[in-house]
């Protein structure tokens, strides 16, 4: 992927509140490949 004035400018135009709830699901999906206990969640590490 080219970087350009126009995709720094969308990049910056962003904000935490609305990355925020993909993030987390990402790192779920991976917690699930990984867990290794019955409960273990991203919300009981935090």
């Given at each position: 992927m080219k970087v350009t004035a126009e995709?720094?400018?969308r990049i910056a135009g962003l904000t935490f509140s609305s990355v925020y709830p993909h993030?987390?699901?990402k790192i779920?999906?991976?917690s699930d490949k990984?867990?290794?206990a019955p409960g273990d969640t991203l919300?009981?590490?935090l």
């Open positions: 995709h720094n400018a993030y987390v699901n779920e999906k991976r990984r867990r290794t919300a009981d590490r």
